[in-house]
């Protein structure tokens, strides 16, 4: 038997920097993932992709806000190496 697959793009115009938009949809997620539907694996339709409202700042803050965040989620990210780094250290003694 042939599976269908669910696809739909966001293709962003050249007012939305796209590090921007995949911010603004990953900050959505939760809101979104209770409004899919499905079975086993729900999924977005096309209106409610198409009905995401959007915040559009000029290309310089979006640009500037996506550089804070990657520099956050880059310190989360050694953070929380370094407690694995520490965990695997008390193991030993």
Known sequence: MKQLQACCAILPESSIYSGY???????????????????????????????????????????????KLDEKFKMMKSIEYNIDKIKKKQKFF
Do not use: H, M
Request: hydrophobic share 40%; proline share 6%.
């Open 21 to 67: 938009l995949q911010y603004w949809i990953r900050g959505l997620y939760w809101e979104l993932r209770e409004r899919a539907s499905g079975g086993a694996q729900p999924n977005w339709n096309s209106t409610t992709i198409k009905n995401i409202e959007i915040v559009i700042p000029p290309i310089s803050l979006q640009e500037s806000l996506v550089d």
